[in-house]
């Protein structure tokens, strides 16, 4: 979504110039980002978001980001995953 949103000229310029400079972007920017992506009418049958940091408070503001939406419910989940299947992921992801 952040580099949709770079593509996209939405909130470009803060976005391209923290990713130009390898800082993951904060909270606030990303729930505006995703906050204006789920309004898309592609996302009006559901949405499954990948990705937020566990330990931040990015999941709790995302769900006040739904519920300030048209969505009328939301649900999370937090999914634990072995440190070597992590592992592999980023390391397809370098090789790519």
């Not at 408070?57 to 649900?75: E, I, V």
């Amino acid at each position: 979504m952040l580099r949709a949103a770079v593509k996209a000229e939405r909130r470009r310029t803060k976005v391209k110039d923290i990713m130009d400079r390898g800082d993951l972007c904060p909270d606030e920017l990303v729930v505006a980002i995703v906050g204006d992506r789920i309004e898309e009418p592609d996302a009006r049958n559901g949405f499954i978001l990948d990705g937020s940091r566990a330990r931040s408070r990015r999941p709790r503001r995302l769900n006040a980001c739904c519920a300030r939406s048209t969505w009328n419910s939301t649900a999370s989940s937090n999914l634990k995953v072995r440190p070597s299947a992590l592992l592999r992921r980023i390391e397809n992801r370098v090789a790519k």
